[in-house]
């Protein structure tokens, strides 16, 4: 419709376009609020060693539960906060946080956070880390930090100072939505990753298109060839565990296993019942 207005086309659009802005800058002020008010929560999703029968971990995810808008989804406000700077602040509580539940709730447990490139590339951001890790007691190694392909694009030399000091200190790194950036065979072999993180969208395509069966197979060879661990996001269904189990994926994130709770809720255990069918079915599954 707004093609056919010719010239009027800056007429359609702008209504729409000021109210957008006008959504992120509310936005912007209400997530700064947002960190003052303490309003910002963090859940917790298990993550399952499925051989084990084990949760071996718990990816930690944002939440804000907006007093008026109800809940709002980090997908739409992570972006507004990298872009206004808030993300600094904002990831700096969530390493707090994570410390605070590895020290108090979940003792020698581990921790998979996610760190956006904007607060990666902050200069206090390691400093941030190991002040954290101090006063609270917890050891670097239990806490995995997941960073994606985007933090590696744009300089390569620094991004791979601030992995190797990470490393050092004794972080896990997981290159999390592997498969949905670009180059990412080059990143595996320069990098060290402890973890690649299978994007959900290649578990989702599983059983549905042709293809990706033979993608996620090659996905979890070739991490295994370099000796990382393999996880698989956003598994649902029980065949999708099947097909990624009997493939050789070491551990298995999703609502087939666990959604995201605060810790007081969140799944500690496997469900002994779920494991058993999934054991049968490979069983089965390999007998064909
Ligand atoms: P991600 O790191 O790839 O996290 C996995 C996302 O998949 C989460 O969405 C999780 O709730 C969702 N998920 C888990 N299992 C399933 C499943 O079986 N099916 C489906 N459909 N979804 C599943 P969420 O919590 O909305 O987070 C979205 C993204 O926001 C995350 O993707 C991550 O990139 C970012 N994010 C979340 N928390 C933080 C944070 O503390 N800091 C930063 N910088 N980013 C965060
Ligand atoms: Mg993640
Ligand atoms: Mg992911
Ligand atoms: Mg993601």
């Known amino acids: 419709q707004a093609k056919n207005s010719g010239r009027n086309t ?9 109210a957008e802005i006008e959504r992120r800058r509310e936005l912007e002020v209400e997530l700064k609020l947002a960190i003052e008010r303490g ?6 999703q298990p993550r399952v060693d499925t051989v084990a029968g084990e949760v071996t971990s718990y990816e930690a995810l944002l939440r804000w539960p907006h007093p008026e808008r109800g809940f709002i989804g980090p997908a739409e406000f992570i972006q507004v906060a990298e ?3 808030n993300i600094v602040e904002i990831g700096a509580w969530v390493i707090r946080e994570a410390c605070r539940l590895l020290a108090e709730e979940l003792p020698d447990h581990h921790i998979s956070i996610n760190v956006s490139p904007v607060q990666f590339r902050h200069p206090g951001f390691i400093e941030m880390l190991g002040e954290n890790v101090r006063r609270s007691g917890v050891r670097p190694e239990q806490i995995e930090l997941e960073i994606t392909e985007s933090v590696l694009i744009d300089d390569d030399r620094r991004a791979q100072q601030i992995l190797k000091g990470l490393k050092r200190m004794g ?13 990412s065979l080059s990143y595996l072999s320069r990098y060290p ?10 578990v989702a395509n599983l059983g549905v298109v042709d293809s990706a069966e033979v993608i996620v197979r090659t996905i979890i060879d070739l991490g295994r060839g370099l000796g ?14 099947v097909f990624l189990v009997a493939s050789g994926c ?16 969140v799944q500690r255990w496997c469900d002994p019942l779920l494991m058993a069918d999934l054991r049968g079915r490979i069983v089965a599954a390999d007998a064909d």
Do not use: C
């Open 39 to 44: 309003e910002f929560e963090l859940h917790l």
């Open 228 to 241: 990382m661990k393999v996880v698989a996001e956003g598994v649902e269904t029980i065949d999708e565990a």
């Open 250 to 265: 070491s551990e298995i994130q999703g609502f087939l296993f666990g959604e995201p709770q605060p810790v007081g809720r």
């Open 193 to 202: 990753f402890d973890t690649i993180k299978l994007d959900r969208r290649f």
């Open 171 to 183: 972080f896990g790194i997981a290159l999390d939505d592997f498969g949905t950036g670009y180059s």
């Open 10 to 18: 800056w007429f359609v659009f702008r209504p729409g376009m000021n």
């Open 83 to 85: 872009a206004s700077g």
